[in-house]
C-alpha cells in the first residue's frame, strides 16, 4: 500500500540550531517528491520538487535531499520565521496526478 | 508568481443545504484538485480535474461533486451538507503531471 511517513511529529529548536525532517515512502517506482510548508490558517506553500535520488535542492536556510526510500528536508541556522508544518508528498503508484500527504512536521523555532 | 483563489476564507452553513466552493486560479493549469485538511488526517484528494469538464474521484468523493466548465475555475458541490464535512477545504492547480500543485488559503466550512 502506498504510503506517506514524516517524523518526527514535532521538534523544537531553538534558534541557530540545525536539524533535519524526514520523509519515508513505500510507492512503487517514485517519480517525484514535493515538499511543502504550511503555515496556520493557510494553503501549503511550495517549496521543492525532487525527481531522482541523489539530486538536491536548496532554498536560504533548506536544503532537501532524495534517496530510494526516503527524503529529508535540513535546516541550516534556522529562525524563528522558519517555524510552520513541513509537508512531503509523493504521486501515487500509477496516478501521476494523485499525490498521498504526509501528516506533517510541526517545527517551532525559538528565539 | 501562481495566485490560488478561494472564494470564501470561512463559510457557515447548515445540515442539508446545497453548498458551493468555489477556486479560480490565474496561470493557465491544466489540472485543479480539492482537498479536505483534517487534524490527524492530513490532506486528502477529493476530486480533480484534469481539462474543462474533464474529472476524476479522488480518494473520499462521496457526497460531493466538482464543475469546471472554464479552464481556470473549478467549484466544489456538498450536495446536501453533513456535520462531517466540517473540514479546511484546500483547491490546488498544477500545469501538469506530475508539476508542482500550486495551493489556495483554503477554506474553513463548518455545518451546524
Known amino acids: 500500500e502506498d504510503q506517506v511517513t514524516q517524523s518526527p511529529e514535532a521538534l523544537r529548536l531553538q534558534e541557530g540550531e540545525s536539524s533535519s525532517l524526514n520523509c519515508s515512502y513505500t510507492v512503487s517506482g517514485l517519480r517525484g517528491l514535493f515538499w511543502y510548508r504550511q503555515d496556520p490558517g493557510k494553503g501549503p506553500e511550495f517549496l521543492f520538487t525532487l525527481y531522482s535520488a541523489g539530486e538536491e535542492k536548496e532554498k536560504e536556510r533548506l536544503k532537501a535531499t532524495l534517496t530510494k526510500k526516503e527524503s529529508f528536508l535540513h535546516i541550516t541556522a534556522p529562525k524563528p520565521e522558519d517555524s510552520a508544518t513541513y509537508l512531503c508528498?509523493?504521486?501515487?503508484?500509477?496516478?501521476?496526478?494523485?499525490?498521498?500527504f504526509g501528516a506533517g512536521t510541526r517545527l517551532a523555532v525559538h528565539p | 508568481d501562481v495566485k490560488v483563489t478561494q472564494s470564501s476564507r470561512y463559510l457557515v452553513k447548515r445540515t442539508g443545504e446545497k453548498v458551493f466552493l468555489e477556486c479560480v486560479q490565474d496561470m493557465d493549469h491544466e489540472n485543479m484538485f480539492w482537498y479536505r485538511q483534517d487534524p490527524g488526517l492530513g490532506l486528502r484528494l477529493i476530486y480533480f480535474s484534469y481539462d474543462v469538464k474533464m474529472k476524476e474521484k479522488g480518494d473520499i468523493p462521496e457526497g460531493y461533486s466538482v464543475s469546471r466548465e472554464k479552464k481556470e475555475r473549478f467549484s466544489l458541490i456538498l450536495e446536501s451538507a453533513s456535520t462531517n464535512q466540517t473540514s479546511m477545504y484546500l483547491c490546488?492547480?498544477?500545469?501538469?503531471?506530475?508539476?508542482?500543485?500550486?495551493f489556495g488559503d483554503g477554506t474553513r466550512l463548518s455545518i451546524l
Open positions: 508528498a509523493v504521486p501515487k503508484t500509477g496516478g501521476y496526478n494523485k499525490l498521498i
Open positions: 490546488a492547480s498544477s500545469l501538469g503531471q506530475l508539476q508542482p500543485q500550486h
